[in-house]
């Protein structure tokens, strides 16, 4: 069997699916009825940054994986940290964000095999909103969010681990835009935002799934 452990925040958890399973549920569920054995562990939170989730993901995710054979961590780690301020700083500067997340993947990697998520385009608001954690000002804008999935890009690249970058592919027609212009903040995605994210994540993950059905077939 196959465990797929999901630690993140907003886009991970699931908010605003209406059918309560997020991306992960919905990806578990398809290689389900495909005939895979594979369960999930969805250990999402909304608004975190990074270095707050930093300090949870390992000691999270160890009881579930330690002794697992085979599993994979995503690690998603959210636009709370891209939230631009009354200044225009983002939330989590970018040299505080890059070492959190490496330490993260550094620890999340003596568990299983990482897997990078990248961020989801926004729908950029005029005027800024209060955040929901803090109460300080935010708003977003795509254009450092997407400077933020190219870095990611590169650093999984330059780790060897897979990626799926959900700036580009969210971007490529209207129904990801579409699922997320009901939300105050332009951020979290509906039940059709969660599918296609679901759905691309299948295709990226479609080859390990194979290779471990040939494995134990």
């Not at 250990?43 to 707050?52: C, H, K």
């Not at 977003?140 to 959900?166: F, H, K």
Request: proline letters at 7%.
């Amino acid at each position: 069997m196959k465990t797929l452990c999901f630690i993140g925040t907003t886009i991970t958890c699931g908010a605003r699916d209406r059918d309560a399973l997020g991306w992960p549920g919905r990806l578990t569920r398809q290689l389900l009825r495909e005939g895979h054995s594979v369960h999930h562990y969805n250990l999402g939170i909304p608004g975190e940054t990074l270095p707050v989730l930093a300090k949870r993901a390992e000691r999270e995710a160890r009881p579930r994986l330690e002794g697992v054979e085979d599993a994979l961590v995503f690690l998603e780690p959210g636009h709370a940290d891209l939230a631009l301020l009354k200044d225009s700083r983002r939330r989590t500067d970018a040299t505080t964000f890059e070492a959190h997340l490496t330490v993260t993947m550094d620890l999340l990697d003596g568990l299983a095999p990482v897997v990078l998520v990248g961020p989801t385009p926004v729908a950029e608001r005029e005027a800024p909103l209060p955040c929901p954690v803090t109460g300080e000002m935010i708003h977003y804008r795509n254009t450092p969010i997407a400077a933020v999935s190219r870095r990611l890009g590169i650093l999984a690249a330059e780790r060897g681990c897979l990626y799926v970058d959900l700036y580009e592919e969210m971007m490529k027609g209207p129904a990801f835009a579409a699922s997320i212009e009901d939300d105050p903040y332009g951020v979290d995605p509906g039940s059709g935002g969660h599918k296609l994210i679901a759905d691309y994540a299948h295709a990226l993950l479609a080859p390990v799934m194979v290779d471990e059905d040939a494995r134990h077939g």
